[in-house]
């Protein structure tokens, strides 16, 4: 296995970049098969990332029976993630944080990753009808029953931290955080320092949009973003437009546009750590290459130019998607 440089996520050392694992079983269309998806799997292993993020809800259960057969003949090479709350019921996506749900999940969860313990298991939203300290209470009873290591948030709010670190310390907040989604600047990055809390970017090339993804404007049905404001008209135009600017900017830097987004988040502080997914083998050491180059202030700032928080046009999610959300709005900001 090659070494990557790392930073600190609560108790763990883990790759600065981490991957994503939902896009190979869930959400994003076309996904690999099975044989395509346990090499890059193992090829990522292979090269040095040691952080690996899975959850209940993706591919509802899939995405763990993948990582469960894949990567756990080698579970003391790498920290495991997983998620709770948002997930299946009756057959389809819903929120439960209730503690009894959260321990039912867990036990699903231990069981598809083949595992008996995980290390690092989210509160994947807020459940509005459980009060967040019943929800962080059923994870503290997990971790002291040795089920898992550390109690992470996720797409949650500096006050709901703030709350739940009451209970628990909490070793990671995991929020959607790009150049072109800057919500986590408001207020949770922050408190994130303050705390000593682990920032998990995910989605941080803008749900590929900002990796040049060829087939933003022709998405397939039951491709989860093409129910995203920003990815349907008359907004992806102007959104394109952007990525064209980005894609100028990291011709004349000598790296790829998923680069320069990744080097950004890494500048926003140690405690940041990107998990972008990618179904390609290629793609995954494009990433990871951002480490091996220093990256000038400049250039950091030239990208923070292109995208103030007003830059994207329209919405991130749909309502009934923002419904399910706690984190910041920036002043202004469109929702749907």
């Keep these: 296995m090659t070494a990557l440089p790392t930073r600190s996520i609560g108790p763990f050392k883990v790759s600065a970049i981490g991957l994503g694992c939902m896009n190979l ?19 990522a292993l292979d090269v040095g990332v040691t952080f690996f993020d899975t959850a209940a809800l993706y591919g509802f259960g899939a995405n763990e029976e993948l990582l469960g057969r894949t990567l756990m003949d080698r579970r003391g090479e790498f920290t495991l993630a997983s998620k709770c709350v948002l997930g299946e019921i009756d057959g389809k996506r819903g929120l439960d944080g209730s503690p009894g749900a959260i321990a039912q999940v867990l036990e699903d969860s231990l069981r598809r990753l083949r595992v008996d313990h995980i290390d690092l298991y989210y509160l994947h939203r807020l459940d509005p009808k459980v009060p967040i300290e019943e929800s962080v209470g059923a994870l503290v009873r997990a971790k002291e029953a040795g089920k898992i290591g550390a109690i992470g948030l996720s797409e949650m709010s500096a006050a709901t931290l703030r709350r739940a ?27 994130c320092a303050q705390l000593g809390t682990g920032f998990v970017a995910f ?15 022709n998405l397939p049905q039951g491709d989860i973003r093409a129910s995203m404001p920003r990815f349907q008209p008359p907004h992806l135009a102007a959104n394109l437009a952007l990525v064209d600017d980005l894609k100028a900017l990291a011709d004349q830097a000598g790296c790829t546009a998923a680069q320069l987004c990744l080097a950004w988040l890494l500048a926003k502080g140690d405690h940041v750590v ?40 329209g919405p991130r999610y749909s309502r009934d998607a923002q419904a399910q959300v706690d984190t910041e709005c920036w002043a202004g900001e469109p929702l749907a």
């Design 165 to 191: 670190h009451a209970v628990h310390p909490i070793a990671a907040m995991q929020t959607e955080y790009s150049p072109w989604t800057r919500n986590a600047e408001v207020a949770v990055l922050e408190a």
């Design 203 to 217: 989605s941080p090339v803008g749900r590929g949009l900002l990796a040049g993804n060829p087939n933003a404007a």
């Design 25 to 43: 079983s869930h959400a994003y269309l076309p996904r690999p098969d099975a044989a395509e998806a346990e090499r890059l799997l193992r090829h």
């Design 274 to 313: 990107p998990i972008p997914g990618t179904t390609g083998i290629a793609h995954l050491d494009e990433n990871l290459a951002t480490l091996a180059r220093e990256w000038p202030d400049d250039l950091i700032a030239a990208v923070e130019a292109l995208f103030p928080f007003s830059a994207p046009s």
